[in-house]
């Protein structure tokens, strides 16, 4: 495992619902442990569908979350990081999200430090990862300004089957936010177009529009995930890409991103 300083903290994020933020923090987190990384997948979003998505169908009846986490640290009682911690077979662990995340959220308004108590968390958690991905709920509510607090790089899923471009710029305006007032290292590490439909001028019309409007001053990843029934089809496996479908084209997308994650740490 890499020392602490190198841990690599990504929020993978949109307010934008169904935008492909929980099959890539999957994919990405099985893809760098595949690498041989240290990698912690965290839940962040109520609907807790990356634990789902993992296998493990009832986040709801699980006795310890990132909720019952981050309320220890709200009462300023000891964290245990490994507590609650799940492991995955394809050699990922994941600290599970629920339902309860809605009421912390709520509880949050009157906590000194609100936007910061994950980011306490997670200090804990660094040394013992190599990456902690967070997957973000479709909202720039306060558990999200947290993850946002506690990551450095921020991973933007877009979805290129709409435009998107007025949904990015509040997204990135409050990145910008967030750096100034609570994490100046904050970086972007880059959008991510999902859900190509190559077959439609749409699609590639979409993607043009990206990369000239954001290039310039934001990465915009060279790999593309393409529409893939299969990719759909994992959260109910509760498997990878690389375990359910080797050589589909999701795969190999999604083995080139993990290559340019890997390379912008460097
Ligand atoms: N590459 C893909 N091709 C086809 N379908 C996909 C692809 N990636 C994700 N999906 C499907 O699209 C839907 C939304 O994906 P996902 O749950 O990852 O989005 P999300 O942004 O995390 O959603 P939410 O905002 O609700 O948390 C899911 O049904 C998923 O299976």
Known sequence: MDSEKNCRVIAVANQKGGVGKTVTCVNLGIGLAREGKKVL?????????????LG???????????????MKIINDEMVDVQHGILHHEEGVDILPGNIELSGLEISLIGVISRETILREFISYARERYDYIIIDCMPSLGML???ALASADSVLI???AAYLPVKGLQQLIKTIGRVKRQLNPELKIEGILLTMVDNRTNYAKDISMQVYEAYSSSINVFAVEIP?????????????SIYEYDPKGKAAFAY???IKEVIHHGR
């Not at 709801?60 to 986490?69: F, G, K, P, R, V």
Request: glycine share 4%; no cysteine; proline share 8%.
């Open 56 to 70: 493990f169908p009832e986040p709801d009846q699980m006795e310890y979350s990132l909720a019952t986490a981050m």
């Open 41 to 53: 997948l965290i839940d962040a979003d109520p609907q807790g569908s990356l634990t789902i998505s």
């Open 227 to 239: 529409l893939s029934v299969r990719a759909a089809e994992i959260s109910a496996e509760g498997s």
């Open 255 to 257: 083995t080139a991103l």
């Open 144 to 146: 999200t300004i947290n």
């Open 157 to 159: 899923p877009v979805q």
